[in-house]
């Protein structure tokens, strides 16, 4: 089996890998090959980075066991420069899946990076997509929960042929959502199969008993945590921060590990062209964010309702709301939904991720000192 990846040295992507290597290891095949597509950085060339994302303390034991030696025989890099100037022999790779995992997560809604972030995720998935949709078997677009944009209720798995718009908080659902929508579009115009893969807020691992908690890179509501620590280990007496947020505000968060299985259990279903990878629960947004004080030392905040007319009382209120803040509250003043998980369930069981879940991922980054794996 012969299968392409974008984004292996990200959060996802690097998970996605290993998946792939492991279902590898248990179906042997000499047509077995896991062509990655990736960029160097700086000096640090792409295959020193998936090299040591291969032989560091988190790399799964299975493939530890295995070696890296024995591992690189079924890789094959590929340069995004010659993929994009034409430079790659493509009959090389007829037949494969194309899981596309790379993208520029950034919930900024700051005006001047619109361009940057759908230019990111939206000119490079078209552009893969010319380039090699003669030639593969499949193109699996990795997306997001939150390309549904700002809807209440029970959120169903097609996003593409609703009878309205969907208002997005970002230009980072909006990319992905026109990405997912171009994808299907002119997969459907030509007749090749695709899958739409969204998982939700991505946390820590934790299925099996190796590593976990683990993940590479802290964002989103860890972002938020990271703020609070620093913040709470300040000299001088914590400062009053009113965080607007509903009271019925929730957030749906998905174990790293189970949405790389899942990928890899279902891009050869061709039942499934649009999945959400969500839990069945999302977190109320209160009561994470007082785990999350509690666990940081935090202890002098207040939750209010959304006020036009909010000024800042403190320096820690401006340092927040001009920074994480104001990429957050719009998905703090949201209205609550939930996604329909019947079909996820049968591809593979929700792990339940409670209170003590959640905190054990905020005490491992507080353990780790939020400091991201760099590859």
């Given at each position: 089996m012969k299968i392409i990846l974008t984004g292996a040295t990200g959060v996802l992507g690097s998970h996605i890998m290993y998946e792939i290597l492991e279902l590898y290891i248990k179906n042997p095949n000499t047509t077995n090959k896991l062509y990655i597509i990736a960029r160097n950085n700086g000096?640090?060339?792409?295959?020193?980075?998936?090299n040591e994302l291969l032989s560091s303390y988190y790399t799964p034991k299975i493939l530890h066991n295995i070696g890296i030696n024995d591992l690189q025989q079924c890789i094959e890099f590929i340069s995004l420069d010659s993929v994009l100037n034409g430079e790659f022999l493509l009959d090389k790779i007829k037949g494969a899946y194309l899981i596309h995992s790379a993208g520029f997560v950034n919930l900024s809604t700051d005006e001047?990076?619109?361009?940057?972030?759908?230019?990111?995720?939206?000119?490079?998935t078209k552009k893969l997509f010319s380039v090699f949709h003669p030639f593969i078997k499949?193109?699996?677009?990795?997306?997001?929960?939150?390309?549904?944009?700002?809807?209440?209720?029970l959120i169903a798995n097609d996003f593409h042929t609703l009878d309205f718009t969907p208002e997005h908080r970002?230009?980072?659902?909006?990319?992905?959502?026109?990405?997912?929508?171009?994808?299907?579009?002119?997969?459907?115009?030509?007749?090749?199969?695709?899958?739409?893969?969204?998982?939700?807020?991505?946390?820590?691992k934790m299925l099996g008993t190796e590593n976990n908690y683990f993940i590479p890179k802290y964002m989103v509501f860890y972002l938020l945590a990271k703020f609070f620590y620093f913040t709470a280990k300040r000299k001088g007496k914590q400062e009053n921060?009113?965080?607007?947020?509903?009271?019925?505000?929730?957030?749906n968060i998905?174990?790293?590990?189970y949405v790389a299985k899942v990928v890899v259990n279902t891009f050869e279903n061709d039942g499934v062209d649009q999945l959400n990878i969500v839990h069945y629960k999302s977190f109320n947004m209160r009561e994470g964010l007082k785990i999350i004080m509690a666990e940081v030392g935090y202890?002098?905040?207040?939750?209010?309702?959304?006020?036009?007319?909010?000024?800042?009382?403190?320096s820690i209120e401006k340092m927040y709301y001009e920074s994480i803040g104001k990429h957050l509250?719009?998905?703090?003043?949201?209205?609550?939904?939930?996604?329909?998980?019947?079909?996820?369930?049968?591809i593979l069981e929700i792990p339940t991720l409670d209170n003590k879940a959640f905190t054990n991922m905020i005490r491992y980054a507080i353990t780790n000192d939020f400091q991201d794996i760099k590859v």
């Amino acid at each position: 089996m012969k299968i392409i990846l974008t984004g292996a040295t990200g959060v996802l992507g690097s998970h996605i890998m290993y998946e792939i290597l492991e279902l590898y290891i248990k179906n042997p095949n000499t047509t077995n090959k896991l062509y990655i597509i990736a960029r160097n950085n700086g000096k640090n060339s792409a295959e020193n980075r998936i090299n040591e994302l291969l032989s560091s303390y988190y790399t799964p034991k299975i493939l530890h066991n295995i070696g890296i030696n024995d591992l690189q025989q079924c890789i094959e890099f590929i340069s995004l420069d010659s993929v994009l100037n034409g430079e790659f022999l493509l009959d090389k790779i007829k037949g494969a899946y194309l899981i596309h995992s790379a993208g520029f997560v950034n919930l900024s809604t700051d005006e001047e990076l619109k361009e940057k972030i759908f230019d990111e995720n939206v000119l490079l998935t078209k552009k893969l997509f010319s380039v090699f949709h003669p030639f593969i078997k499949k193109f699996i677009y990795i997306g997001t929960a939150f390309s549904s944009g700002v809807r209440a209720g029970l959120i169903a798995n097609d996003f593409h042929t609703l009878d309205f718009t969907p208002e997005h908080r970002n230009a980072y659902e909006y990319a992905k959502f026109h990405s997912e929508n171009f994808i299907a579009t002119e997969c459907k115009a030509i007749g090749l199969p695709f899958q739409i893969l969204r998982p939700s807020v991505i946390g820590g691992k934790m299925l099996g008993t190796e590593n976990n908690y683990f993940i590479p890179k802290y964002m989103v509501f860890y972002l938020l945590a990271k703020f609070f620590y620093f913040t709470a280990k300040r000299k001088g007496k914590q400062e009053n921060v009113r965080i607007i947020v509903n009271n019925d505000t929730n957030l749906n968060i998905i174990p790293v590990d189970y949405v790389a299985k899942v990928v890899v259990n279902t891009f050869e279903n061709d039942g499934v062209d649009q999945l959400n990878i969500v839990h069945y629960k999302s977190f109320n947004m209160r009561e994470g964010l007082k785990i999350i004080m509690a666990e940081v030392g935090y202890t002098n905040f207040t939750f209010i309702p959304n006020d036009l007319d909010f000024e800042y009382k403190n320096s820690i209120e401006k340092m927040y709301y001009e920074s994480i803040g104001k990429h957050l509250k719009p998905y703090f003043i949201t209205e609550a939904n939930e996604y329909d998980t019947t079909v996820l369930n049968t591809i593979l069981e929700i792990p339940t991720l409670d209170n003590k879940a959640f905190t054990n991922m905020i005490r491992y980054a507080i353990t780790n000192d939020f400091q991201d794996i760099k590859v």
